[in-house]
């Protein structure tokens, strides 16, 4: 999942505060993080966000976030403050998959005054997941249209059809070919890691469901545990990035952070095509277990 966390400060005083007495407080060395003084405010823009999505529209920013039945937001400046101004979906998704009520990693993008906003149904661990699409012509707090799921895995319809027998369908992110205008979508989280599929010229299915072309993005073989999802593709100067999330992003013990190295981080590679193979700064391949890393996060704690 796209996770942001805010971790304020007088949380960490609270916790150092609390530990008993006869408890050393020197940390273990995998335990000690460099410390700044530059770190901003925490959360100027008045909004608390996982996994967000921001589109340009009307010399206004918009901002949509995992929640109940999809909210979004609405702002002048990307930096805030931002004031809600509805949800995509007025109820449930329309989808029998996962957590109808509260879908995550919304990815919304706009075609010729058409909104398609893409959303997760899903449950923590499991890979019964679905993404599913809605429309709509406004962005002032209108219905928006729930067209049902684009791809499922796990159980439904379709969940039979590989790639989707493997991958969880999870965290769709949306890119163009650049020469062509092509839709794809990018999804997938762990199992099998990250994948790309082709959508119609309406955006609302999938290519040739029954046999779908399908690509394999990234991958970590020779192990069980492949943590790597978010996925999120851009286009500069004739390279298409793929930029995502590897490691283990939460739940940790307040003294179970994970080992210098191994944090939570964004990588990242490229290619000069938007089907791939995509490879990191040092030429090894996303399948191979590539990806230059560009930001390490510290995990949250949960």
């Not at 679905?130 to 319809?157: C, F, M, Q, Y």
């Not at 990018?186 to 955006?203: A, K, V």
Request: proline share 6%; net charge neutral; with cysteine.
């Amino acid at each position: 999942m796209h996770l942001l966390f805010l971790l304020p400060i007088t949380a960490l005083v609270a916790l150092a505060g609390a530990r008993p007495a006869s408890q050393s407080l020197t940390p273990t060395l995998s335990q000690v993080y460099e410390t700044t003084d530059t770190i901003p405010l925490p959360n100027v823009g008045n909004l608390q966000v996982h996994d967000p999505n921001v589109v340009f529209w009307d010399d206004h920013y918009y901002l949509f976030k995992g929640g109940w039945h999809v909210p979004y937001f609405k702002a002048a400046n990307v930096s805030g403050p931002w004031t809600q101004v509805g949800t995509v979906l007025d109820g449930e998704s329309i989808i029998h998959q996962g957590n109808r009520s509260r879908p995550w990693a919304p990815t919304t993008v706009e075609r010729n005054g058409t909104f398609y906003c893409y959303y997760t149904l899903s449950t923590h661990g499991s890979r019964n997941s679905a993404i599913g699409v809605a429309t709509s012509t406004k962005l002032d707090g209108s219905p928006w249209k729930d067209h049902g799921a684009v791809i499922r895995t796990g159980e439904g319809n379709g969940s039979d059809v590989w790639p989707f027998t493997i991958s969880n369908a999870i965290d769709a992110s949306f890119i163009r070919d650049n020469a062509t205008g092509k839709a794809y979508l990018n999804y997938g989280s762990y199992w099998h890691d990250i994948w790309q599929i082709p959508l119609t010229d309406d955006w609302l299915s999938i290519e040739n469901p029954a046999k779908p072309d399908a690509v394999q993005l990234s991958f970590i073989p020779g192990q069980t545990f492949r943590p790597e999802e978010g996925s999120w593709m851009s286009y500069h100067d004739g390279y298409y990035y793929v930029w995502f999330s590897h490691g283990k992003c939460c739940s940790f013990d307040v003294r179970g952070f994970p080992v210098r190295g191994d944090e939570y981080n964004i990588r990242v590679g490229r290619s000069r095509t938007v089907r791939g193979p995509f490879v990191d700064r040092d030429g090894k391949l996303l399948l191979d277990g590539g990806g230059t890393i560009v930001k390490r996060n510290w995990a949250t704690i949960i």
